[in-house]
């Protein structure tokens, strides 16, 4: 039987919140005082795991997401180089529309840029200082990137974890998707695209999350404290393990209807797109974060699908 994300979070972080409390409530016949803080203690590790899992799927996700980037934008230089087939890397580099479609920003922290598939020299950069930069050198001094870019060696696609000093010295990791565009410039230059992003910013949903989680426990452990004087222990746990339960259903169920709901819409407009219908095909998704970037990368796809569609029938007409 097929189980949405959205049932498999909500019925996971249910059962994490679930099982403990209701052990911890057929053994619990100790002061209430002391009980109290005992189940605030599992409530917060309920949150912590419900976190862990959360942020592992978001991470897995955000993968994904720099995958279909790169490929995006990939594609998108390819296409722009076969119709400019006279233009050099040179003509390339000094033309504002290219730039602006092989750099491009994807999430807060992270850009594609491209580089020369075979020197491994960066010819596009957001930071233009950094054009001109020969990866090569990055053998010594960030061994982890440098394989990653070698393992790319032979146009394939590859992808992978790293450590990078950002710009305030500070090591952080990221994540990188490499892409070669399949169309050589009239230099006879492939560019190898990059979609890079520091992976923090993957699990900046459940980071939000674990915030209000915990803002909700703090109060719960508020009223526990007030009422522990007036009420039995048995009392005590009932009332716990029913606020526990309808803060983590009610956070659990706006956690992932707010990543599934997205991710419907964009599966069905490329249902109609494997078929053909390019009706219907406007994708109305406003997430500032990965999600997001993956509905404008579809968009953009469908774009330059009906343009070639149409370009196709028209070139079929005249040859008719």
């Given at each position: 039987?097929?189980?949405s ?18 052990v ?8 209430s ?32 997401l ?17 119709e ?28 594609t ?50 450590t ?36 923090d910013?993957?699990?900046?949903p ?54 599934t ?27 500032e ?6 509905a ?25």
């Amino acid at each position: 039987m097929r189980i949405s994300i959205k049932y498999k979070l909500l019925t996971v972080m249910l059962f994490l919140s679930v099982v403990p409390l209701a052990v911890l409530g057929m053994i619990s016949l100790q002061d209430s005082n002391t009980l109290s803080r005992e189940i605030a203690g599992e409530a917060q590790n309920i949150g912590e795991i419900s976190i862990d899992e959360s942020t592992e799927a978001l991470t897995a996700l955000g993968a994904e997401l720099m995958k279909v980037k790169a490929g995006d934008v990939a594609k998108q230089v390819e296409i722009y180089i076969k119709e400019n087939p006279e233009m050099t890397l040179s003509d390339l580099q000094n033309d504002p529309e290219f730039r602006s479609i092989i750099v491009q920003d994807v999430g807060e922290t992270g850009f594609t840029t491209g580089m020369d598939a075979d020197t491994l020299v960066i010819r596009f950069h957001r930071n233009s200082g950094d054009e001109g930069v020969d990866l090569h050198n990055k053998q010594d001094t960030n061994p982890e990137y440098y394989k990653l870019l070698q393992s790319g060696w032979g146009y394939i696609d590859t992808s992978g974890y790293y450590t990078w000093s950002d710009e305030n010295g500070e090591i952080r990791d990221k994540y990188g998707y490499f892409v070669v565009a399949q169309a050589p410039t009239a230099d006879n230059v492939f560019l190898r695209v990059g979609a890079t992003v520091y992976t923090d910013e993957f699990s900046e949903p459940s980071q939000r999350t674990e915030a209000k989680i915990q803002e909700k426990l703090t109060e719960t452990e508020e009223k526990i404290s007030k009422k522990t004087s007036e009420m039995s222990t048995q009392n005590t746990v009932l009332i716990i393990t029913i606020l526990t339960i309808l803060v983590v259903t009610a956070i659990s169920f706006f956690f992932a209807a707010s990543i599934t709901k997205p991710l419907h819409r964009l599966r069905d407009v490329a249902d109609r797109v494997s078929m053909g219908d390019m009706e219907d095909t406007e994708i109305d998704i406003a997430n500032e974060d990965e999600i997001g970037d993956l509905a404008e990368s579809f968009q953009r796809m469908i774009v330059s699908m009906k343009y070639y569609m149409s370009k196709s029938k028209a070139v079929t007409n005249s040859e008719d």
